[in-house]
């Protein structure tokens, strides 16, 4: 299967920014979601990427490059209710399909006060 | 607001009995996606769908078989169930690649216990 990595936990303080780093395989690449997900609940989509670059939304943005297999989450100040896993997810082609959706184990962020 | 609603929120089922977990989504996607969801190894994809009858194994397809006779429902079955495989399902779908917005929706999750 192909792989997704990213940091298993990170923690940071409220008001603050973090970034969540996310690499894949580049081989069939097509297209890169981040989602945010509260212990118990489905995941929820935050953001899309299938061009080079910066994809801003409120206080998230998400950042693509296909060439280097690499994508970063940012989130700017940041709130308590922040604390929950993000996960990197990637479509693939497959065959002569759309592609499947392949996700990353999730990074659990901790906001502490 | 798009919906995929799983048949069951738990589900206690013994071990070598045949299970049903079922998916429908109202907002006519194409693709369709069952995962399951373990403490450290994340979600891992079991199968997918593009079509109706059409089906794809994902990573970890043993143990698994999916229908898909209608394309709002998306149906995972476990043949004989056995205890590694108590889990969190996650049922998904999204529109066809090139759709305005192309995110997979989710539901609600089936926790499954085998016992």
């Known amino acids: 299967g192909q792989n997704i990595d990213q940091p298993t936990e990170m923690t940071a303080t409220e008001g603050a920014i973090v970034q969540i780093n996310c690499t894949y395989q580049?081989?069939?690449?097509?297209?890169l979601f981040w989602y945010q997900q509260h212990a118990g609940e489905a995941p929820t989509f935050l953001s899309y990427?299938?061009?080079?670059g910066l994809e801003e939304k409120g206080r998230f943005s998400s950042f693509l490059s296909r060439s280097k297999g690499y994508s970063y989450l940012l989130l700017k100040e940041l709130q308590m209710k922040d604390s929950a896993s993000y996960l990197c997810?990637?479509?693939?082609?497959?065959?002569?399909?759309?592609?499947?959706?392949?996700f990353g184990k999730g990074t659990k962020l901790s906001v502490k006060p | 607001d798009v919906k995929v609603t799983q048949s069951s929120r738990y589900l206690v089922k013994r071990t070598g009995e045949k299970v049903f977990l079922e998916c429908v989504q109202d907002?006519?996607?194409?693709?369709m996606f069952w995962y399951r969801q373990d403490p450290g190894l994340g979600l891992r994809l079991i199968y997918f769908?593009?079509?109706?009858?059409?089906?794809e194994k994902g990573d970890i397809p043993e143990g698994y078989s999916v229908s898909r006779e209608k394309k709002e429902r998306f149906s995972l079955i476990l043949e004989s169930a056995s205890t590694n495989q108590t889990s969190m399902y996650l049922c998904?779908?999204?529109?066809?690649?090139?759709?305005?917005?192309?995110?997979?929706?989710f539901g609600q999750g089936t926790r499954l216990t085998v016992v």
């Open positions: 769908s593009y079509d109706v009858k059409m089906k």
């Open positions: 580049t081989s069939g690449f097509n297209g």
């Open positions: 907002m006519d996607h194409e693709n």
């Open positions: 990427n299938v061009l080079d």
């Open positions: 997810a990637v479509r693939f082609h497959y065959g002569g399909s759309q592609g499947n959706l392949i």
């Open positions: 998904a779908s999204s529109p066809r690649q090139g759709a305005r917005h192309t995110e997979a929706f």
